[in-house]
């Protein structure tokens, strides 16, 4: 079965350092694979996805990930941090030709001034 | 911008009361998702609707949860008794065709909690 694992339920950088959330995928076939974002209260915005064609994703915000087959690896980065960066965020999976997302459990990112 | 439709955005219940959540997704989406996010936790999937079928329940408690979309556009999604455990976000989406490329966009969620 599809499965995520993200590393570390809580994050915790300074304003301006690199973010880096961790996720790792569990795949017989290759996935499809997502960064979800959502702040308190709110649903889920997507920040990026791969579907198999560039290895490196750019999203929204300033956030990238990529895909590396050999680690099982998706792994979210930014270079600098912003206050309103904090939030949770949330890697998912689909399997190819299904529709069902498979979210991990999520890292909370905590950013101080 | 269009946007995910839900409502109320809070619900407080009695348990062995029935609550009842709405879903108006994106115009034209024909697919239809309601997810339960316990705190602390990602989203799991309930149901889906492809238009006004479901494709997938296999993860729905059928004894107290029930999902409609009659029309194929609006949904509900009734608890009936609710219970202590399931307090929790309620969170629907929709996306286009259902093809597994197609980002699903998120409604602002329904928070339950069952006293």
Redesign the interface.
Same mark, same amino acid.
């Given at each position: 079965a599809q499965s995520v694992t993200q590393l570390g339920?809580h994050v915790s950088v300074s304003e301006g350092a690199l973010v880096l959330l961790r996720c790792n995928y569990s795949s017989s076939v290759p996935p499809?694979l997502f960064w979800?974002v959502q702040y308190p209260?709110? +649903?889920? #915005?997507?920040l990026l996805?791969y @579907?198999s064609a560039a290895t490196l994703v750019k999203g929204i915000n300033g956030f990238e990930a990529e895909f590396k087959k050999s680690e099982t690896s998706f792994h979210l980065t930014k270079p600098s941090a912003h206050m309103s960066d904090a939030a949770e965020y949330?890697c998912?999976v689909?399997?190819? +030709?299904? #529709?069902?997302?498979v979210?991990? @459990?999520?890292t909370r990112l905590l950013v101080s001034p | 911008e269009a946007e995910v439709a839900q409502s109320p955005r809070y619900k407080i219940t009695e348990k062995s009361q029935a609550v009842a959540f709405w879903c108006d997704p994106i115009s034209g989406h024909a697919t239809l998702y309601w997810y339960r996010q316990i705190l602390g936790q990602g989203p799991e999937l309930l149901v889906q609707f492809q238009d006004e079928s479901v494709v997938d329940d296999s993860q729905l408690p059928k004894d107290r949860f029930s999902a409609e979309r009659l029309k194929g556009v609006d949904s509900t999604l009734k608890i009936q008794p609710a219970e202590l455990g399931d307090s929790a976000m309620y969170l629907c989406a929709s996306s286009g065709d259902g093809s597994s490329y197609n980002e699903q966009f998120f409604g602002p969620g329904t928070r339950l909690t069952v006293l």
């Open positions: 339920s499809y979800y209260n709110q +649903g889920l #915005q997507l996805k @579907t949330f998912a689909i399997k190819t +030709g299904f #529709q069902k997302l979210f991990g @459990t999520g | -």
